[in-house]
């Protein structure tokens, strides 16, 4: 059965259409896990708590966590093609994948580390604003999971 070239970029075009339109979907069933909601609610409830310690602590702005480190190191990818490399270096300098104590099998996406908390809140926001997941969020220095130091530099 012989296919015509046009029909053949058609189909070509629809399954790409397809794709770029579930790549939620299609990111999360490879392993890529997003946030804990429990862990966004422990982190306000502490905050409360301690709002008067708030300015004296540092803050890390998280972007995912998975059990799988090439699916967070592809999302700092994924978004550098969506706003270009000048534009993701100069908001961006400070990404890692980071290790959990906890867990040795799962990593986080580490966006920026030891923030004043209201810098922490803006690149939070400057994140989600160019195209990083929409639950990306901070985290108190106290709650992290991991060891800053032991963090790998995402090219």
Known sequence: MKINNRYLIIIISIMMGAIVFNIDRIVNSLGFSLSSQNLVKQTESQN???????KSNKFFVLAGESFYPDSLANEPNRVKARIGAEKFNE??????ICRSFSDTKKYYLVLG???????ANKLKQQA???YFRPDTYSLQENLIDFNPSDCKKNP
């Not at 409360?48 to 708030?54: A, E, F, H, L, R």
């Not at 908001?91 to 890692?96: A, I, Q, S, W, Y």
């Open 48 to 54: 409360s708590i301690n709002s008067q310690d708030s």
């Open 128 to 130: 989600i604003d160019n």
């Open 91 to 96: 908001l961006f300098k400070d990404v890692k």
């Open 113 to 119: 580390s030891n923030l004043p908390e209201e810098e």
